[in-house]
């Protein structure tokens, strides 16, 4: 009997002690698990912020510069050379003449540097990243008749917003890795109120405000009949 009554309190403690140690564990795993679901939030982060999800503000108006950044080389270059054929004879001072000259020299340069950076980007996307491209930011209506002219898709709306997605993250990501960071952004450009100004324009109202208007432009779609392609922006 009494042999009895003591395995029995033996076992009892047994029972007692191993779940205490299997609850201790289970507290323990909870914490690690929780530890590392914090490590993968902290690196999400990290991540997001090297520009692994989606174009930034900055990054658009670089997208919207882009075809204008031809125009925009070649007016100033016109500027400076008219500004400085008319000091001989204008009201402001050599001082102010040449602080206009230099300003409009160094947004010329700043300008250059950019267009070969965007270039260098835009040469590592695919053909249909770049009619992505094409169609959502440059909207260059000849180019998207002859460069892309047999260009059409295969696949749904929902598809297509998907790609244009995952297009924003690559393009995010490649901004990154070229060092064009948005430090880098306001150092180059703080001074070039045309820049700026496009900046703030979007920042508040999106890329919308300053894209050019599309005109009954249509995305084409493989297989569908012409009141049914549809319309994206």
Same mark, same amino acid.
């Given at each position: 009997?009494?042999?009895?009554?003591?395995?029995?309190?033996?076992?009892?403690?047994?029972?007692?002690?191993? *779940?205490?140690?299997?609850?201790?564990?289970?507290? &323990?795993?909870?914490? !690690?698990?929780? +530890?590392?679901?914090? =490590? /993968? %939030?902290?690196?999400?982060?990290?991540?997001?912020?090297?520009?692994?999800?989606?174009?930034?503000?900055?990054?658009?108006?670089?997208?919207?510069?882009?075809?204008?950044?031809?125009?925009?080389?070649?007016?100033?270059?016109?500027?400076?050379?008219?500004?400085?054929?008319?000091?001989?004879?204008?009201?402001?001072?050599?001082?102010?003449?040449?602080?206009?000259?230099?300003?409009?020299?160094?947004?010329?340069?700043?300008?250059?540097?950019?267009?070969?950076?965007?270039? *260098?980007?835009?040469?590592?996307?695919?053909?249909? &990243?770049?009619?992505? !491209?094409?169609? +959502?930011?440059?909207? =260059? /209506? %000849?180019?998207?008749?002859?460069?892309?002219?047999?260009?059409?898709?295969?696949?749904?709306?929902?598809?297509?917003?998907?790609?244009?997605?995952?297009?924003?993250?690559?393009?995010?990501?490649?901004?990154?890795?070229?060092?064009?960071?948005?430090?880098?952004?306001?150092?180059?450009?703080?001074?070039?109120?045309?820049?700026?100004?496009?900046?703030?324009?979007?920042?508040?109202?999106?890329?919308?405000?300053?894209?050019?208007?599309?005109?009954?432009?249509?995305?084409?779609?493989?297989?569908?009949?012409?009141?049914?392609?549809?319309?994206?922006?």
């Amino acid at each position: 009997m009494c042999y009895t009554a003591d395995k029995r309190i033996q076992t009892n403690v047994h029972i007692f002690c191993q *779940s205490h140690l299997d609850f201790a564990k289970s507290g &323990e795993i909870i914490k !690690l698990r929780a +530890k590392q679901k914090q =490590r /993968k %939030k902290i690196k999400g982060g990290i991540d997001a912020e090297k520009g692994g999800r989606g174009v930034k503000d900055y990054q658009k108006v670089i997208l919207l510069m882009s075809p204008r950044l031809e125009r925009l080389i070649r007016e100033i270059g016109q500027c400076v050379e008219a500004k400085a054929r008319s000091s001989y004879n204008g009201r402001e001072s050599a001082e102010a003449c040449v602080e206009g000259i230099l300003r409009l020299l160094y947004a010329k340069d700043a300008f250059l540097v950019l267009r070969e950076k965007a270039e *260098s980007i835009y040469a590592q996307l695919t053909r249909e &990243e770049r009619y992505f !491209l094409e169609y +959502k930011y440059f909207r =260059r /209506k %000849k180019v998207l008749e002859k460069e892309f002219a047999d260009f059409s898709f295969d696949y749904c709306e929902r598809t297509y917003y998907r790609r244009q997605r995952r297009l924003g993250e690559k393009l995010n990501s490649l901004f990154m890795r070229a060092g064009m960071t948005e430090e880098w952004f306001k150092k180059v450009f703080s001074d070039i109120p045309y820049v700026m100004g496009m900046w703030e324009r979007v920042r508040r109202a999106g890329e919308n405000s300053v894209l050019d208007k599309r005109a009954h432009t249509e995305l084409r779609v493989n297989g569908a009949p012409q009141t049914e392609n549809w319309r994206a922006v």
